[in-house]
């Protein structure tokens, strides 16, 4: 992604790899935007006062998270993971999301001294052919954690448990609406 943003740097904008973790900027930036990457980083009361810190005075901090995790589909994907011989190759980790409610940034963003702000939770609507489909949605998301933390043969049957479990809480209905929730904030300090 880098080499390819190259081709759009320039009138201040510059590309750089980083970590979130890391994030303390030497000039304060105009913008700070975050599409689907926070959601993987915890301790979000140290965070956004970091982030806040890195803004020039009027600048703005616009984030995008997901806000799924108390749907079935993460729900039982946690389930799963406490369940053996996945808790053991997991060395008992479960995921736990760091996103907070809607309510608790926008107080956040308040006392960090936005005094502009647009905090709220969207449902985008996706209509999959069938609930088996949210199994591969959820592959391509909030699963990655748990492939990445588990040996490589051993992921198959964890799908496969999580196929079972999931599919048995989830209706039958064909198109399958997956409301996909996301946290949308926005703030002008």
Not at 17 to 44: C, E, K, M, Y
Not at 63 to 72: F, T
Request: a negative charge; hydrophobic letters at 40%.
């Amino acid at each position: 992604m880098l080499e390819k943003s190259a081709a759009f740097a320039g009138k201040g904008l510059t590309f750089k790899l980083g970590t979130i973790l890391r994030f303390a900027p030497q000039t304060p930036f105009d913008l700070i935007f975050s599409n689907a990457a926070l959601q993987w980083v915890d301790g979000h009361e140290v965070l956004f006062e970091r982030l806040a810190a890195g803004l020039a005075e009027g600048g703005q901090l616009a984030v995008q998270m997901p806000l799924n995790h108390d749907h079935a589909s993460h729900v039982v994907a946690d389930a799963v993971a406490g369940e053996e011989p996945f808790a053991t190759a997991l060395g008992g980790y479960v995921r736990r999301v760091p996103v907070e409610s809607p309510e608790w940034y926008a107080e956040k963003l308040d006392a960090l001294g936005f005094g502009e702000m647009n905090v709220r939770m969207q449902v985008y609507p996706q209509h999959l052919p069938g609930p088996e489909d949210v199994v591969e949605w959820v592959k391509g998301t909030y699963l990655t954690d748990y492939q990445s933390r588990m040996p490589a043969e051993l992921f198959p049957r964890y799908l496969e448990r999580y196929r079972e479990r999931l599919l048995a809480v989830l209706p039958d209905r064909r198109p399958y609406f997956y409301p996909y929730k996301r946290l949308l904030l926005w703030g002008r300090r």
